[in-house]
Nanobody, 116 residues
Framework: QVQLVESGGGLVQPGESLRLSCVGT????????MAWYRQAPGKERELVAT???????TYEDSVKGRFTISRVNAKKMVYLQMNSLKPEDTAVYYC??????????WGQGTQVTVSS
């Protein structure tokens, strides 16, 4: 089993950057594909980015070129670097460990607010 804890959210202005971090605890981390999801008020949770155990990444179209997902297996860490943030990026961001590319374990979420 994997426990996940996110950090790094906050309030920023449009155009600014944030880096979200997710630390995993438990006996195994590296075999899992990892992902960041987000949920905006009144909307369904959506997949933002994934990173495989070997480092292959995928991105939702609206964040391509602005967000970068990465992982450091030795530290059991997953990151989401978010640049050029927009108001529509405002959401609660969740880290997830995937099994067969479906979320199996979730973190508690961290709030990101982009507003002037």
């Amino acid at each position: 089993q994997v426990q996940l804890v996110e950090s790094g959210g906050g309030l920023v202005q449009p155009g600014e950057s944030l880096r979200l971090s997710c630390v995993g605890t438990g006996t195994l981390f590296y075999p899992y594909n990892m992902a960041w999801y987000r949920q905006a008020p009144g909307k369904e949770r959506e997949l933002v980015a994934t990173v495989s155990s070997s480092g292959t990444t995928t991105y939702e179209d609206s964040v391509k070129g602005r967000f970068t997902i990465s992982r450091v297996n030795a530290k059991k860490m997953v990151y989401l670097q978010m640049n050029s943030l927009k108001p529509e990026d405002t959401a609660v961001y969740y880290c997830a460990a995937l099994v067969s590319m479906e979320p199996r374990y979730w973190g508690q979420g961290t709030q990101v607010t982009v507003s002037s």
